[in-house]
């Protein structure tokens, strides 16, 4: 995929209040005997940041600057079965399938979507977005947290 477009699907889907996802999002690079898994360059990380920083201070109440938010690089391993209830995160998060495969679900105009996930797929979900996931067996997503409060992907009750 292109990195460019990419990039505006990212940013575009941050300013939903839904979870979304790319399909075959994460750009694949085979350099010598490794296998590369690339979410986001940094430099594009930064524009992210700079166009979120109005949405965080409405929602922390108080402006906030770029020097106010904090980043956080996650790694996780479900070892299915797994079955969570709907939660929010007070960050946002892009993550990405790595290994295996399961069911995202989240809240969409008040209706509740079920989308199969697997390795390769991009997970965005924005500050506050409903949702959980589901899986039968192991499942790994690596991605990034970011926002003024980084609580580690803590669950908040929807």
Do not use: T, W
Not at 76 to 92: A, K, N, T, W, Y
Not at 94 to 101: E, R, T, Y
Not at 140 to 146: K, M, V
């Amino acid at each position: 995929m292109d990195k460019e477009i990419l990039l505006k699907q990212v940013i575009d889907a941050l300013d939903l209040p839904h979870c979304s996802i790319i399909k075959n999002g994460v750009i694949i690079e085979k350099p010598g005997n490794s296998i590369v898994h690339a979410l986001i360059p940094s430099p594009e990380l930064e524009k992210i940041m700079k166009k979120l920083i109005p949405s965080f201070s409405k929602f922390f109440k108080k402006n906030l600057k770029r020097s106010d938010f904090r980043f956080g690089i996650n790694y996780v391993r479900v070892e299915g079965p797994l079955e969570e209830e709907m939660h929010v995160h007070i960050s946002c998060i892009i993550a990405m399938v790595v290994f295996g495969k399961g069911i995202a679900i989240y809240e969409k105009d008040g209706q509740e979507l079920r989308e199969p996930v697997e390795e390769g797929d991009i997970v965005i979900v924005p500050q506050n977005a409903p949702h959980y996931f589901i899986s039968e067996e192991v499942v790994i997503y690596a991605g990034i947290e970011f926002g003024p409060v980084i609580d580690y992907q803590k669950h908040h009750k929807h």
